[in-house]
């Protein structure tokens, strides 16, 4: 019985000692189960800071060219700007430079018109007798007109009207119809004669060449 007893103590014993074996064992084997999990979750904090980092360092240099593109962006919009105002500047000054030009044609042109249609109207002027020049801005100038060729239409018309509504104007100078020798048969005094016609006006010589040749309407 006694025996008995402590064979079972024994066996008992031995059990307990194999269960706490186990029992070590198997805290160890979760302590290193626990260490190594620490170790794996720090190890992916390590490699998600590192991926963090370099995620930064990415967007960071992703920013950093963005910002390149875009100042080298704004310049070229800037240089593109300013190429296209100076060229707008320059056809603006060829543009008006070119207007400058056409005015100043047209304002020669129709300088030019009046005086070819002012000497016209002077020279039949004076064919048809009249007596001072001033009087010819009494003419009626609407159908007086110049073409393209600087040929002018209209002046008798216009000077036969207004001899018709003036006839007073018009006539013949005592001294027109007589051209007397001056000379004498002095060729010395001739050529003072000459010389005192250069003197006249135009007027004035426009009369002496016509002063026998005038066409009375």
Do not use: C, W
């Amino acid at each position: 019985m006694t025996e008995s007893i402590t064979e079972e103590a024994l066996r008992n014993d031995k059990d307990n000692q194999e269960k706490r074996k186990l029992e070590e064992t198997l805290t160890a084997e979760n302590e290193k189960t626990d260490e190594a999990k620490l170790e794996s979750m720090l190890k992916d904090d390590e490699t998600s800071k590192a991926s963090l980092i370099a995620l930064l360092d990415a967007k960071r240099n992703a920013n950093a060219e963005a910002k390149d593109l875009r100042l080298k962006l704004e310049g070229f919009e800037k240089e593109k700007d300013e190429a296209e105002k100076k060229k707008l500047e320059e056809e603006g000054e060829f543009k008006a430079l070119a207007d400058k030009e056409k005015v100043e044609k047209e304002e020669i042109k129709a300088t030019f018109n009046s005086k070819m249609i002012e000497m016209k109207m002077q020279i039949e002027a004076v064919k048809q007798g009249i007596k001072n020049e001033s009087d010819i801005s009494l003419a009626d100038m609407a159908e007086v007109g110049i073409d393209k060729e600087f040929n002018v239409s209209g002046v008798e018309e216009s000077i036969a009207k207004l001899k018709e509504a003036k006839p007073y104007l018009f006539g013949a100078d005592e001294d027109d119809n007589i051209t007397p020798d001056l000379t004498g048969g002095n060729p010395n005094l001739k050529t003072k004669i000459q010389k005192d016609l250069t003197q006249l006006s135009p007027h004035e010589r426009i009369k002496m060449a016509f002063g026998k040749k005038r066409v009375n309407k």
